[in-house]
């Protein structure tokens, strides 16, 4: 039986890897396939770009760490992170999981509330759906951002929540259109509230 491994982030540890690929259209089929994957690889814990991320054995489940070569630091396939070059075991190994665990909080924070207060998740029950909006900086009023502008125009992308039309509230920004959508759906997905406009989703 060949042994099943998995590919860890170098950075983060964490295994959640996507790998940018290219597909063609199967005629026969009727399906786009897979046709190569590429070896640009990006973590959506920790948002590392890498082309060389680390493989360890995918149904391991004692204790057994991997150190990373590339760094120094090490992965614990029961969940635990271990800087296992410094010798940091025992309580200080725990101490350091949690460090890491709330990191990753900070990081899902900044990346999906960076307009709310504090960075922190709003009541989602005050509001009704999600919209995506285009802005810009206001030439004509330096830290002033005009909202809800043309693709074409707009410098990035902000999430807002609205409770009706017109009364809405902005969630977080993001550099890209893509980039909003992924965050739009993830915030989509544990708010239970719908993306678009009311007359846009019911139809």
């Known amino acids: 039986m060949t042994e099943r491994t998995k590919p860890i982030c170098p950075?983060?540890?964490?295994?959640?890897?996507?790998?940018?690929?290219?597909?063609?259209?199967?005629?026969?089929?009727?399906?786009?396939?897979?046709?190569?994957?590429?070896?640009?690889?990006?973590?959506?814990?920790?948002?590392?770009?890498?082309?060389?991320?680390?493989?360890?054995?995918?149904?391991?489940?004692?204790?057994?760490?991997?150190?990373?070569?590339?760094?120094?630091?090490?992965?614990?396939?029961?969940?635990?992170?271990?800087?296992?070059?410094?010798?940091?075991?025992?309580?200080?190994?725990?101490?350091?999981?949690?460090?890491?665990?709330?990191?990753?909080?900070e990081e899902k924070r900044k990346r999906l509330f960076n307009c709310c207060t504090n960075s922190l998740a709003p009541d989602w029950s005050q509001f009704s759906f999600f919209v995506i909006g285009g802005c810009k900086d206001d030439p004509d009023d330096p830290g002033y951002t005009l909202g809800l502008c043309s693709d074409e125009e707009a410098e990035f992308w902000t999430i807002y929540a609205y409770r009706e039309p017109g009364d809405g509230e902005?969630?977080?920004?993001?550099?890209?259109?893509?980039?909003?959508?992924?965050?739009?759906?993830?915030?989509?997905?544990?708010?239970?509230l719908p993306i678009g406009w009311p007359s846009a989703v019911e139809a």
């Open 11 to 105: 950075n983060c540890g964490g295994d959640s890897l996507v790998s940018d690929a290219a597909a063609r259209w199967n005629f026969e089929t009727q399906a786009w396939e897979l046709s190569c994957a590429n070896d640009d690889k990006s973590c959506d814990d920790c948002g590392n770009e890498t082309g060389s991320p680390e493989w360890i054995d995918a149904d391991r489940r004692d204790p057994a760490f991997h150190v990373f070569k590339t760094n120094g630091a090490g992965y614990l396939a029961a969940g635990w992170w271990v800087r296992c070059a410094e010798g940091v075991f025992g309580p200080e190994l725990e101490r350091d999981n949690a460090d890491a665990a709330r990191w990753r909080i």
């Open 170 to 192: 902005a969630i977080t920004d993001c550099k890209t259109k893509p980039e909003a959508e992924a965050a739009a759906a993830e915030l989509s997905q544990f708010s239970d």
